[in-house]
């Protein structure tokens, strides 16, 4: 048969847990290039003799150009292939938990141990959204720390920028100091959302970062003020064929320069961006807004930078799905004491109260229900389990059971909340559609009694909710806190 790249790796598990050397060997690791084809590595057991002449030649049969030979042991060949199998074994992680754990063998499907198992693969981009390293943002949420609140969606045009504005202008107005920052480089919005017309922004920053490898000192932060309310913005920059340039340069895959250098250039760069940010203002909230959509600067700003992750769209498969996407990510690169969460219906029927409105509204919720069980608190349950929620941080939404899919069949935590708990993370705060703002051309046109309209206000009151820092006794253990997973 002819495999596809979803095909040929459950029929390579097959392959190896059918042969019968399998049973000597101890540990093997599956490495994915970036043009997805398969190696593979085999750590036999203590004293074991096995032969991969017949299990190579199954494979290179069966998967075709797919497979790339020889299959590497860390206890027989070359002394440099050895040298090599040792190495691939030790740095590979765990099995990702959304690959299969079934293999494909001409009598039915075969379990595999996947504690048995590991994987190294090699991508083109996309590594924050595939890492199971635990997120790291700049600064940990302490008193007098801002918190970093990133507004993000699955989906263009559901009103994440316009739901951030107005959330913007809602802290202000409370006497909060705060800080927008147009992270949304492909599709930039909020100068024009602000009437601002930039002669430089966030793109201007990194390059000059990236080129230099030191950030310049200029503030990048324009003050705007709306309804009385004054804030802070840092535009994308002015956009043209020069902005598309600056675009074509960033490289968010390799490894900054220096010594011990982890992220890539962007990311470095944003980092430096957030620290000039926070030394020359002293927010108390900076608020992304982010790329729509699987990006790389969309999983840089929802994934690794934030405290608080805002996902907004409106209810419908196409969000399902995209939710589905977020949650299932952010269980894997958030230990439980910090998935700081809240859910944002956007354009729900007027009035909200409406039968229709509310029919909608508990289908959207029931469904984003379903999802925190399968993705949040079944694995909550098996790193409480654990009992080691620093190490076991990679294996958040993996528990030992899935079906295949990567979907948890563990039982969730016995503390689940119920469906309809207004204060759980999975409720969503709930936006209607309104004719003001969709027509708006700036928030500046909007009128102050609708950017201070409850639901825009209950939102606020949940962001804030959940980017309290945590109290010092806390610090380090799980909490049940206002919309905390």
């Not at 095909?7 to 847990?17: C, D, K, N, Q, R």
């Not at 790291?136 to 045009?157: H, T």
């Not at 900076?286 to 959509?293: M, S, Y």
């Not at 076991?392 to 935590?413: L, M």
Request: charge should be negative; aromatic fraction near 6%; include cysteine.
């Amino acid at each position: 048969m002819t495999h596809t790249f979803d095909s040929v790796l459950p029929a390579l598990l097959g392959i190896v847990e059918s042969d019968t050397s399998c049973a000597s060997i101890e540990r093997c690791c599956l490495i994915r290039d970036v043009r997805g084809r398969l190696r593979l590595v085999v750590k036999p057991a203590d004293g074991a003799l096995v032969s991969l002449e017949k299990l190579e030649s199954g494979l290179c049969t069966e998967l075709g150009a797919w497979f790339a030979g020889p299959v590497l042991s860390t206890a027989s060949g070359p002394p440099e292939q050895m040298r090599l199998a040792k190495n691939l074994m030790q740095k590979a992680p765990p099995w990702p938990s959304h690959w299969p754990t079934e293999g494909q063998t001409p009598t039915g499907p075969r379990s595999i141990d996947s504690a048995r198992w590991c994987a190294l693969q090699r991508s083109l981009s996309k590594e924050s959204w595939l890492t199971t390293e635990p997120a790291s943002p700049p600064w940990p949420l302490v008193e007098r720390a801002p918190a970093i609140v990133a507004f993000s969606s699955f989906k263009g045009g559901v009103g994440r920028s316009t739901a951030l504005a107005v959330v913007a202008w809602q802290l202000a107005r409370e006497g909060k100091k705060v800080v927008c920052i147009d992270l949304d480089l492909e599709a930039p919005g909020l100068g024009p959302l602000f009437s601002l017309k930039p002669e430089g922004g966030v793109l201007d920053f990194l390059l000059t970062t990236l080129a230099t490898e030191k950030a310049p000192d200029e503030d990048p932060a324009l003050s705007v003020s709306v309804r009385g309310a004054s804030l802070l913005v840092v535009p994308s920059g002015p956009v043209g064929l020069g902005y598309v340039e600056k675009l074509a340069r960033l490289d968010f895959l390799s490894h900054g320069s220096g010594e011990g250098a982890t992220h890539s250039p962007v990311e470095s760069a944003l980092r430096k961006l957030l620290v000039l940010v926070r030394h020359l203002h002293a927010p108390d909230f900076i608020l992304l807004d982010c790329r729509a959509g699987v990006s790389d600067i969309g999983g840089l700003t929802m994934n690794d930078l934030p405290h608080v992750d805002v996902l907004v769209g409106r209810a419908g498969a196409q969000w399902d799905a995209g939710l589905e996407l977020s949650l299932q990510v952010l269980a894997t690169r958030r230990r439980a004491r910090d998935r700081r969460m809240v859910i944002v219906q956007n354009f729900a029927p007027l009035p909200l109260s409406s039968e229709e409105s509310r029919g909608i509204q508990k289908r959207h919720r029931h469904t984003a229900y379903e999802m925190f069980i399968r993705w949040i608190w079944a694995g909550e349950a098996a790193e409480e389990d654990a009992g080691n929620a620093g190490d076991e941080a990679a294996k958040v939404a993996s528990p030992s059971e899935t079906d295949g899919s990567g979907k948890t069949e563990a039982s969730p935590r016995p503390d689940v909340p119920d469906e309809d708990d207004t204060i759980s993370a999975h409720f969503p705060a709930v936006l209607g559609r309104y004719d003001e703002l969709a027509s708006a051309q700036a928030i500046l046109d909007v009128s102050e009694a609708v950017l201070a309209n409850d639901a825009y206000t209950s939102l606020r009151s949940r962001i804030e909710a959940v980017a309290a820092p945590e109290p010092p006794e806390s610090a380090g253990s799980s909490t049940t806190g206002a919309s905390r997973a």
